[in-house]
């Protein structure tokens, strides 16, 4: 993994909690005291120069390898170069999984249809349709909505949404960067409506609509945009208007037909 990959894969808020460095969250910012004058600095923890800090007290920014040198120098009797830096970054705070399943999934669960995906506006038929439903059992998804995700057409995971707090729950092999959740299923030709809501996806779906979905993550990964750019005409539906990272990168990264929906809790798409 090159400089630009380890910046891309490092998850600051893992690597802080594994150094314990108190921070704190808002929206893609990361604030957490200056190693240089102990003031609040700020890194970004997605996005366009994500893992890129600065503090505007002292002036001091750098990048999270740097970081990572500086404050093990200051606290470790031991002599932190670059690279020891990177390779501890890799080995503890990486976002997920680098690499796509190869192999074709072999775990089933006996899913059943739930009062919250009628809530959702989601129906059985659906559900049977998509392969989606909660597990029945003991399973690392239960209390959840499983999703099963297929790629180049092998069902490679199961994707949960735990009912009682909407937390996205996936085993570590699977990187929903990597992935658009129903995109075996269109035709690039045809328009692709993009939500990162998964239940919003799904209720296009079933009123016929294509769509795909980034498994809720805040911003489009390369592979993300990789893929959308096999679409010719892209419909992002946003919440609220939000999404100012994505629209962001849209703009910056997207070379096809794009254009931006506005919908919210009280005037959904469907
Ligand atoms: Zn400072």
Redesign the pocket.
Known sequence: MNYKETLQAVDPIKAFKVLDIQSSQEGAYLYFP??????Q?VIKAYGDKKNVWY??????KGHIVSLVMAFKNANDSEQWDYEKARRFLVDKALVYSTSRIKRELNITYEMEYDHFLETQGITRETCEKLEIGRPQGKTMLSGCIAFTVYHEEKKIAFFGIRIKDQKRIFHKSFNPELYLYNFDRIDPEKEVYFTEDIFECVRLIQNGIPAVCNFGLPYLSSSHLDMLQKCKYVSVACENGGMDEMKKQFFESFCNYVRFIKTNSTSPLI
Do not use: V
């Open positions: 200056c190693i240089t004058c102990g003031q600095a503090c505007p007290e002292c002036k001091e």
